[in-house]
């Protein structure tokens, strides 16, 4: 999978991802920020696409909220703004323009949100050093260590927390003989260059750990597996059809991969796979942040 994400994707894995997000990481980020004597709580979302992740956070977070979404696909951006306005309103709040972007309000909690166009892969989000919370879903398996650790080194004291980091383990079932091949296939691909240098891919939690700890970030981790049974049979063919892809691109034995493809395809049309693919959520704030 490279740096361009198709929004259907992307509304297909929305509501997989908000079912898995570790709750207890979550309630953590929401009392250490809290505990901020900020009026209101600025929070950079890098990768934010259609605005996934702020729909995931704002409601636990409360009180009042200043986001920046920054992705380098325009359209996305565009989309995000229309989803959060549908969101809004959907979710009982009342939405209002506002500087340069939407102001959005319901009882528990208010958002300014700005959509920022911009390569994140050569300029990191601009003002970051001033951003309470840095965060970005999806986003570390395709940056490399040397741009994590740039950011590690330039978010200027800010909480990070990167939910939903693909953790290298998938399992398939029912199993077959290819699926170890072919996950050290899709394994080896997604450590190619997704437009950030070599990418963390399936190490990226545990990469993640050692980078932010090694730059004074104390760092928690908790699992956030995605469950794909035959009510997700949608995000299932098309998670197959992308790791056959990739596997395929690697492969010296094309045939193989497609006859995995083949096989997989059948049981999901027989409504009997179910996957398990591995991801952990990654918080982590500055050694000496809490009083
Ligand atoms: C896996 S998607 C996650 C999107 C969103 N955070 C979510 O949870 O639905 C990764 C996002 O990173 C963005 N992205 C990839 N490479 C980028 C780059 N070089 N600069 C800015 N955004 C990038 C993509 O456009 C995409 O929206």
């Given at each position: 999978?490279?740096?361009?994400?198709?929004a259907d994707w992307?509304?297909?894995?929305?509501?997989?991802?908000?079912?898995?997000?570790?709750?207890?990481?979550?309630?953590?980020?929401?009392?250490?920020?809290?505990?901020?004597?900020?009026?209101?709580?600025?929070?950079?979302?890098?990768?934010?696409?259609?605005?996934?992740?702020?729909?995931?956070?704002?409601?636990?977070?409360?009180?009042?909220?200043?986001?920046?979404?920054?992705?380098?696909?325009?359209?996305?951006?565009?989309?995000?703004?229309?989803?959060?306005?549908?969101?809004?309103?959907?979710?009982?709040?009342?939405?209002?323009?506002?500087?340069?972007?939407?102001?959005?309000?319901?009882?528990?909690?208010?958002?300014?949100?700005?959509?920022?166009?911009?390569?994140?892969?050569?300029?990191?989000?601009?003002?970051?050093?001033?951003?309470?919370?840095?965060?970005?879903?999806?986003?570390?398996?395709?940056v490399s260590a040397?741009?994590?650790?740039?950011?590690?080194?330039?978010?200027?004291?800010?909480?990070?927390?990167?939910?939903?980091?693909?953790?290298?383990?998938?399992?398939?079932?029912?199993?077959?003989?290819?699926?170890?091949?072919?996950?050290?296939?899709?394994?080896?691909?997604?450590?190619?260059?997704?437009?950030?240098?070599?990418?963390?891919?399936?190490?990226?939690?545990?990469?993640?750990?050692?980078?932010?700890?090694?730059?004074?970030?104390?760092?928690?981790?908790?699992?956030?597996?995605?469950?794909?049974?035959?009510?997700?049979?949608?995000?299932?063919?098309?998670?197959?059809?992308?790791?056959?892809?990739?596997?395929?691109?690697?492969?010296?034995?094309?045939?193989?991969?497609?006859?995995?493809?083949?096989?997989?395809?059948?049981?999901?049309?027989?409504?009997?796979?179910?996957?398990?693919?591995?991801?952990?959520?990654?918080?982590?704030?500055?050694?000496?942040?809490?009083?």
């Amino acid at each position: 999978m490279s740096g361009h994400f198709n929004a259907d994707w992307l509304d297909l894995r929305e509501p997989v991802d908000l079912a898995a997000r570790s709750v207890p990481l979550q309630k953590h980020l929401a009392s250490i920020l809290a505990s901020l004597s900020a009026e209101e709580c600025v929070i950079h979302d890098l990768g934010a696409g259609t605005g996934a992740n702020l729909r995931a956070l704002a409601p636990i977070l409360g009180g009042m909220q200043r986001w920046f979404l920054l992705d380098h696909d325009a359209q996305l951006l565009k989309l995000a703004s229309e989803r959060l306005v549908d969101w809004c309103i959907e979710s009982g709040g009342e939405v209002r323009e506002a500087r340069a972007g939407l102001s959005l309000a319901t009882e528990n909690w208010t958002a300014e949100v700005s959509m920022i166009q911009q390569d994140l892969s050569s300029t990191l989000s601009e003002g970051m050093s001033r951003a309470d919370l840095v965060t970005g879903a999806a986003l570390l398996d395709l940056v490399s260590a040397k741009w994590l650790e740039q950011l590690a080194d330039s978010s200027g004291g800010a909480v990070l927390y990167f939910p939903l980091n693909y953790n290298g383990s998938m399992q398939f079932r029912p199993a077959l003989e290819a699926d170890s091949k072919i996950t050290e296939l899709f394994n080896r691909h997604q450590s190619g260059n997704k437009g950030f240098g070599p990418a963390l891919g399936g190490q990226a939690p545990r990469r993640s750990r050692e980078i932010l700890t090694s730059y004074g970030f104390e760092c928690r981790l908790d699992e956030s597996p995605w469950h794909l049974s035959i009510e997700e049979e949608r995000l299932q063919q098309e998670l197959l059809k992308g790791i056959a892809n990739a596997a395929s691109e690697l492969s010296d034995a094309p045939g193989q991969v497609d006859g995995w493809l083949a096989q997989r395809m059948a049981s999901l049309d027989r409504g009997q796979s179910h996957l398990i693919i591995g991801h952990e959520d990654i918080l982590a704030v500055p050694k000496g942040y809490l009083p």
